[in-house]
C-alpha cells in the first residue's frame, strides 16, 4: 500500500521557475526521502530529512519537513530542461513503522520543465 | 565507485514460466532490496537482504522469492509467471539494512510477461 502521496501528480512550467511538490504521509517516520527518476529508470537519491529536521538544502534544493502535519515539501528553484523527471517521497515507517517493511513510496509528482 | 547494476536489463517471458534477476550492489553495501514498479501500483516493495539473511518482505505472493550470497551479490526469482507480473524491477543497496538510510537504485530489469 502507499505511504506516501505526493501532490500535484503533474506539474509543468517554465524553465527558470521554481517547483514545488508535496508530500503527505499516514504513519510516524525515522526519516523522508525525496528521490528522482528519468523516463523507467533507476531512481536517483536527492535528500534525506530525519524526523527531528525541519528543513535542509542540497544545492537548488529544499526540503521541509512537517511531522505534526505528516507532510514534506520539495523545492527546486531555477529550474532547468534537465530537472524533467518523476520525484517521488519515500518513508521508512511503512505500515509498522520503525523500518521494518522498506522504503513506502508515494506515487510520484510528474515534473515537466519547458524550454 | 561503480552503481548498483542489475541483469538482464530487458527480458521477455512467458505465462508460467520462471525467470530469475540478479543484482550487483555497490561495493561494500550488505543491504539489497528489490522493489516492483508498475503503472498501477507504483513502487512496491519485494524484500530486504542483508548478510544474506531476508530480513523483511512485502506483500507478495509466495512465487516471488530471493536470495543473498556471501559477495551481496542478490538474485530475485520468480515462478508461474502472470501477466500482472509485467514491471520494472528495481533493485536498491545500502550500507546498513533498514529505510533509514538513502539507498542507491540500479537501472531496472524490465521484465514484459505475454
Known amino acids: 500500500s502507499q505511504q506516501g502521496e505526493e501532490d500535484p501528480q503533474a506539474l509543468s512550467i517554465q524553465e527558470g521557475e521554481n517547483a514545488t511538490m508535496n508530500c503527505s504521509y499516514k504513519?510516524?517516520?525515522?526519516?523522508l526521502q525525496w528521490y528522482r527518476q528519468n523516463s523507467g529508470r533507476g531512481l536517483v537519491h536527492l535528500i534525506l530529512?530525519?524526523?527531528?529536521?525541519r528543513e535542509k538544502h542540497s544545492g537548488r534544493l529544499r526540503v521541509t519537513l512537517d511531522t505534526s502535519k505528516k507532510s514534506s515539501s520539495l523545492l527546486i528553484t531555477a529550474s532547468r530542461a534537465a530537472d524533467t523527471a518523476s520525484y517521488f517521497c519515500?518513508?521508512?515507517?511503512?505500515?509498522?513503522?520503525?523500518?521494518?517493511?522498506?522504503?513506502?513510496f508515494g506515487k510520484g509528482t510528474h515534473l515537466i520543465i519547458q524550454p | 565507485k561503480a552503481g548498483v547494476t542489475q541483469t538482464p536489463r530487458y527480458l521477455i517471458k512467458t505465462r508460467g514460466q520462471q525467470v530469475t534477476l540478479s543484482c550487483s550492489p555497490i561495493?561494500?553495501?550488505?543491504?539489497v532490496s528489490w522493489y516492483q514498479q508498475t503503472p498501477g501500483q507504483g513502487l512496491q516493495f519485494l524484500f530486504e537482504?542483508?548478510?544474506?539473511?531476508?530480513?523483511n518482505k512485502g506483500n507478495f505472493p509466495g512465487r516471488f522469492s530471493g536470495r543473498q550470497f556471501s559477495n551481496s551479490r542478490s538474485e530475485m526469482n520468480v515462478s508461474t509467471l502472470e501477466l500482472g507480473d509485467s514491471a520494472l524491477y528495481l533493485c536498491?543497496?545500502?550500507?546498513?539494512?533498514?529505510?533509514?538510510?538513502?539507498?542507491?537504485f540500479g537501472p531496472g530489469t524490465r521484465l514484459t510477461v505475454t
Open positions: 519515500a518513508t521508512d515507517g511503512g505500515l509498522t513503522g520503525g523500518g521494518a517493511d522498506g522504503l513506502t
Open positions: 530529512i530525519r524526523s527531528n529536521e
Open positions: 537482504y542483508f548478510s544474506e539473511t531476508q530480513r
Open positions: 561495493s561494500g553495501h550488505r543491504s
Open positions: 536498491a543497496s545500502s550500507f546498513l539494512a533498514g529505510g533509514r538510510y538513502e539507498q542507491y
Open positions: 504513519t510516524s517516520i525515522n526519516n
